[in-house]
């Protein structure tokens, strides 16, 4: 049982990273090459729909992580679990104090109501989600090794 946990909680978070890292590498560039307001369209639209799925993922990792470490606390690799489990909350902050308030904002933009700084916004939006994808990269591979 313990085994399925170990496995669904690093599938869970490898998922939710390939989701973060699309839209940082794929979707975003994807949106800012498109003409006009398209782009932009485009961005509110999935800062909607992201923005209503991811919080409950984070934090569902956030607890499946904690409820491993607890469970296998006396493994070797339960400091790597731990450290995870750090970083997944560190995601959690960064993306309530820096990522959210810009999404909250962005998502209700249309091309007659958005303000002139919008790509600036955006730009440090972009900026703040690279940082998010490479402390959830690194969570995920303490997952992954804490596994072995």
Known sequence: MLDALEVFTTVS?????GVEFS???VINPILNALPED???LGRAHGGRMLGAVMPVWYITSLVLVAVWAVARRDH???????TAGA????S????VLLLVPINNR???WTPDNRPDDWKE???RWDRFHYARVAVIITAFTLLVTALT
């Open 92 to 95: 959690v902050v960064m993306s």
């Open 23 to 25: 839209v940082a590498f």
């Open 38 to 40: 398209s782009g932009q």
């Open 76 to 82: 070797d690799g339960t400091g790597l679990v731990v």
């Open 121 to 123: 916004q955006m730009n």
């Open 13 to 17: 978070v490898g998922v939710m990273v």
């Open 106 to 108: 962005g998502k209700t």
């Open 87 to 90: 970083l997944l909350l560190l």
